[in-house]
Structures are given as structure tokens and as C-alpha cells.
């Protein structure tokens, strides 16, 4: 079966495809940059608006397939911006009713791992998602993905590019702050929050923004803001090694492009003779292939149909039965 997976939660529209046999067969995206200030909704779904019909055409020619191969498609159903998740789902409804082929809607969240574990060959890790719009420890238990901690406020990603923005660095954050962390050694005390298993970023984001309007050196806040806020990661994730005894490792969302963060993460997982898993930067970050994948792995018949095929921006990973997985599988 060959599936073709539309992703579009937030600013990029993913176009992938990928047969039942785990062959990625192409991965296509695009992204709205904005000239200023942060995402708007309405933005995201005008681009994939625009971007949907020529990806969905960059994908065939790069499978060397026509849109007759294609046997179901998917697309996420949340979590992500509602405005974004209508104009995706009525692009995959028109799809899969002109090609008369099944439709399913998919959690964007699980995409990631399962993208993760096909590209990697981890088989049941831990894993740290860290992006813009979502930071999760997420670790498969008794027919779910448990999400067994997660931020209080707002995400990794979004409090580095909110951080980025507000000094007028740019956006996005991510990169820009760890150009300029790597300049120095030199760190300064920001609020450590970690409650449990759970993150806290909000008091940081407004610490860094103080201190650095105080005078501490740029080079110096970005290095502090890196090594607070990826030893708050390490540290959950490493707890939640203890607690699933799981021995792997696995990082993805685009935060996963931080070589700071992946070393603080690999040094940790060395200690505790855990494997650690990243999938290629492609797989990472938001992309298609993703979609397609969940979409393969959860297609039952019950769960296709426009009816089905309503959006859902608050979907929670654990609200996923995971029936792909043998429950007996430790
Ligand atoms: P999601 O919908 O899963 O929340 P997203 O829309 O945030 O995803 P991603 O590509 O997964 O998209 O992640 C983008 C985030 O990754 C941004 O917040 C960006 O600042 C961050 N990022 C990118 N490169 C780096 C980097 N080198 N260091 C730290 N953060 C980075
Ligand atoms: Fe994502």
C-alpha cells in the first residue's frame, strides 16, 4: 500500500510518501517565513493554500508515481493552528474523494516518533520532541503513547524564537541563539523549572529578556538561555529513562538541530548505556513522510471517511489508541 501523508499544523507544508514496506518514497516542504512578528493562522493556511497542489506534484515526480499509485492518503488532525488544520483536511478530503481512495486523519505527534523509529531503527525509545509548538518525553506503555512529561506553558522552540523577536534578533530564534552561545562559556543564573516530570519555560523567556536589557552580554544570555533550559530536558528525560526503564533514546522536532542540545543529551544517555537516536534533520522537523508513515501503520477501516476526517487542535498523543503495536511488546 502506498500512502501519501499532507502535513500542514503550523507554518510548513509537508508533502511525503511512503509504502507499508517502510520505503520513504518523497518527502516534499515549504515554509512561510514571515517578515515580521510570529506565526498568524490565517497566514499558515493561506501558504498551504498555495502550497499544497505543487507539492503534492514535486512528491509524485520525485516517487517517479502518479496520483493512480496512490492507495490512501493522510493528513494531521491536530495538534496545530485550527485555520491551518481545516484548509489540510479539505485539501486531503478533495484528494482522496477524486481518487476515490481512503482518508485519515493522524496525530502530528505520533508522526514524529514513528517517523523517528522508521528512520532511526530505534524500536521502542523514549522520546524528547522538542519544537516550536510542542515540547513532550513521550514513551509507548499498555496501547498508548504516554506522554509522560511535558511543558506547563509554552514550548522550547516558541520561548528561543519569542526570545530571538523580542531583542530584535529575528526569527527563527533557535539558530540565531546558538550561533551566538557558542561564542562563550560564560553563563549567567536564569530560572530553572522543572516540577516533576513537567518543564516550565515562561519565566526564562522573561528572565533572559531582563537580564540581556540589563546588560548582560548577547553571547552570555543565549549561552545561559541553552544551558538552562537543555539540562531542564536532559534532566526529565534522563528520569524518564529510570521510570520506563527503556534503554533508547530518541530526539526529534526541529530543536533537534542543536548540536549543544544533542551532545548534553548523548553524554547523558552514554552515561546510563542508553542508545541515542536522531533521525537525518529531513525527518526532524515537521515534514509529510511522517503523516504517511501513522497513516500506514494506523489505517483501519473503521477510522477513514469524510466522517471521520474532522480536525482536532488540542489532539493529545495519549488520546491515540496505538493499535499498531503489540501490547505485549516491552
Ligand atoms: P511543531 O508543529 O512540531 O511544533 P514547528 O512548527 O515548531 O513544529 P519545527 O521545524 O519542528 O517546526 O521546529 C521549529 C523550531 O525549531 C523553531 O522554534 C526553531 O527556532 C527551532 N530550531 C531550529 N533550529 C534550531 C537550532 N539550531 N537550535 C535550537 N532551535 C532550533
Ligand atoms: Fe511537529
Given amino acids: 500500500m502506498i500512502c501519501l501523508g499532507i502535513e500542514g499544523t503550523a507554518e510548513k507544508t509537508g508533502i511525503g510518501i511512503v509504502d507499508s514496506d ?9 515554509q512561510l517565513y514571515p517578515e515580521v512578528g510570529g506565526i498568524h493562522p490565517r497566514d499558515a ?24 499509485d496512490i492507495d490512501l492518503v493522510s493528513f494531521a488532525k491536530g495538534p496545530g493552528l485550527g485555520p491551518a488544520l481545516r484548509t489540510i483536511a479539505t485539501a486531503a478530503r478533495s484528494l482522496s474523494q477524486n481518487l476515490n481512495v481512503p482518508l485519515i486523519g493522524v496525530n502530528h505527534c505520533i508522526g514524529h516518533v514513528e517517523i523517528g523509529k522508521l528512520t532511526t531503527g530505534a524500536t521502542d525509545p523514549v522520546t524528547l520532541y522538542t519544537s516550536g509548538g510542542n515540547t513532550q518525553i513521550i514513551s509507548y506503555e499498555a496501547g498508548r503513547y504516554r506522554i509522560i512529561g511535558e511543558t506547563l506553558d509554552i514550548a522550547i522552540g516558541n520561548c528561543l524564537d519569542q526570545f530571538s ?5 529575528g526569527h527563527p530564534g533557535g ?19 522543572v516540577k516533576g516530570m513537567d518543564l516550565s519555560f515562561s519565566g526564562i523567556l522573561t528572565s533572559a529578556i531582563s537580564k540581556y536589557k540589563k546588560g548582560v552580554p548577547l553571547d552570555v544570555i543565549c549561552n545561559s538561555f541553552q544551558q538552562t533550559c537543555f539540562a531542564m530536558l536532559c534532566e526529565v528525560t534522563e528520569r524518564a529513562i529510570s521510570y520506563t ?31 541515542f537516536y536522531m533521525p537525518p534533520m529531513k525527518y526532524c522537523g515537521d515534514n509529510g513522510s511522517m503523516i504517511a508513515q501513522v497513516g500506514l501503520l494506523a489505517y483501519d477501516e473503521k477510522l477513514t471517511g469524510i466522517k471521520n476526517s474532522y480536525i482536532n487542535p488540542k489532539y493529545r498523543t495519549d488520546q491515540v489508541p496505538v493499535t499498531w503495536i503489540d501490547h505485549d511488546f516491552k
Fill in 175 to 193: 539558530p540565531i541563539i546558538e550561533k551566538h552561545a557558542l561564542n562563550t562559556d560564560d553563563v549567567v543564573e536564569l530560572p530553572y523549572v
Fill in 22 to 30: 517502510g520505503n520513504i518514497l518523497a518527502t516534499c516542504g515549504d
Fill in 165 to 169: 523577536r523580542d531583542i530584535g534578533l
Fill in 45 to 68: 493556511a493561506e501558504f498551504h493554500a498555495q502550497h499544497i497542489v505543487p507539492l503534492i506534484q514535486d512528491a509524485l515526480s520525485e516517487s517517479n508515481l502518479t496520483l493512480e
Fill in 245 to 275: 526503564n527503556k534503554d533508547e533514546v530518541l530526539l526529534c522536532g526541529g530543536v533537534a538541530a542543536n548540536k549543544t542540545l544533542r551532545l548534553m543529551l548523548k553524554e547523558m544517555c552514554d552515561e546510563h548505556y542508553v542508545d
